[in-house]
């Protein structure tokens, strides 16, 4: 049996189930319980004929032109577990099994396919079609966690989404297939969750799983029917039912109580995982109001604080969110790799390990501490929504300093 894949979740509310012409999407990002994400900011950048781009484990060809993103990322790793881009394109990735185990020859992990995708695509769509396109040419595959002792492989689904829609994109290799949302709720976890309808697929595979004998041909086609192992495809996806309870009007905040709900298990604190990163995107239909991007940068939401980053010229960096770097002395670059792991916490990563243990030991100071974080994402959460009400256009100014300041106040009141 192969190891499980670790149990992330991903949402996107359109209207009806969502509030007043808003796309909402989020995610909790469940890794190995010691791992350290951060959040990163990357400038468009135009790039020279015939450069390459160095991707986790490989180097590929790099485009012309890629747009600006910020990215919630393990640290050690070039791709991103999630993220968004300048035209309000997000992106997450799940890690999946399926009944083909995946390579662990070093190819384009999930990871990277999510930041290729948003520097390279500026709708939903073209990012897709720039994740197809790299998956055929250079497969997927290597050890999906910083582990010098053993190899952890998985397949890729992905959740793809812009103003207008969303797609689910799902893969065993370089097979894919995919479904297009304009309405409703959706959720993915790490099963496959495609079944008959499928908007988009890679133009051989019905042939492939019919000469593997997966498939006859004479039935409907069912994506995780035919790549799941047994019955694997049926157990999801509490997540969703929590989503659908909130009735109506899934705002930023209610997808945030969603993510911080460790009894329906989307918030996972287990032995070997734990929720070590989250998003939360607010993506106005009305392309003249801007996309808002909320993030921990810090482990288990329940303890964490939303922040928002909003895409402005000369955005402010954080470097107290950013974990050190270890150039090409970094254990993850040097063959064979992982044979140690470096200190990769950042500043707030710091602070929050403070914070916990407060939590944990000191109820009443932790229930204060707890209250006064909680203040300040309302604080946060109350400027946005004044921000995507208002009827002027925003000042830039006004926000090229935000995800900095907040991270900064939250800082403070860990000292």
Avoid at 306 to 333: E, M, R, T, W, Y
């Amino acid at each position: 049996r192969m190891a499980a894949a670790p149990p992330s979740y991903c949402f996107v509310a359109f209207p009806p189930c969502s509030k007043d012409g808003l796309v909402v999407f989020g995610k909790n990002s469940a890794r190995p319980r010691d791992e350290v994400q951060e959040v990163v900011y990357f400038a468009a950048a135009a790039h020279d004929p015939g450069s390459k781009v160095e991707c986790t484990y490989i180097e590929i060809e790099q485009v012309p032109k890629t747009h600006a993103v910020v990215l919630s990322r393990p640290s050690w790793l070039w791709g991103a577990e999630m993220g968004a881009n300048e035209h309000g394109v997000c992106v997450a990735n799940e890690a999946v099994v399926t009944r083909e185990p995946a390579s662990e020859s070093e190819a384009l992990l999930g990871m990277d396919l999510v930041r290729l995708g948003l520097e390279r695509g500026a709708t939903a769509k073209e990012a897709l079609d720039v994740i197809v396109a790299l998956l055929e040419e250079h497969g997927q595959g290597g050890n999906y966690y910083e582990d010098g002792n053993s190899c952890h492989t998985f397949q890729s689904a992905f959740l793809i989404v812009d103003r207008n829609e969303a797609w689910i994109l799902e893969t065993s290799g370089k097979y894919w297939a995919a479904e297009k949302i304009t309405e409703g709720a959706k959720c993915i976890c790490n099963q496959l969750s495609l079944t008959t309808k499928i908007d988009a697929e890679h133009p051989e595979l019905r042939n492939y799983v019919r000469s593997q004998g997966w498939w006859n041909g004479d039935s409907d086609f069912n994506f995780s029917e035919v790549f799941s192992l047994a019955d694997d495809h049926l157990a999801c996806c509490s997540g969703r039912e929590s989503l659908e309870k909130q009735g109506g009007e899934v705002s930023a905040q209610t997808m945030i109580d969603v993510l911080r709900d460790k009894d329906s298990g989307v918030c996972v604190d287990s032995e070997s995982f734990l929720t070590t990163a989250s998003i939360v995107s607010v993506l106005p239909q009305d392309p003249s109001f801007p996309c808002v991007h909320y993030f921990t940068g810090t482990p288990d939401p329940s303890r964490s604080i939303f922040k928002p980053f909003i895409f402005v010229d000369d955005v402010k960096l954080v470097p107290k969110v950013q974990s050190p770097s270890f150039g090409n002395d970094d254990p993850a670059k040097k063959i064979p790799r992982f044979q140690e792991k470096p200190d990769r916490r950042h500043e707030l990563y710091k602070a929050h390990e403070w914070a916990r243990s407060l939590l944990e030991n000191d109820q009443d100071k932790g229930q204060k501490l707890m209250r006064i974080m909680l203040d300040l994402e309302k604080q946060g959460l109350e400027a946005m929504e004044d921000i995507l009400t208002r009827t002027e256009v925003l000042d830039p100014a006004e926000v090229v300093d935000l995800f900095y300041d907040c991270v900064d106040t939250e800082l403070k009141f860990f000292k």
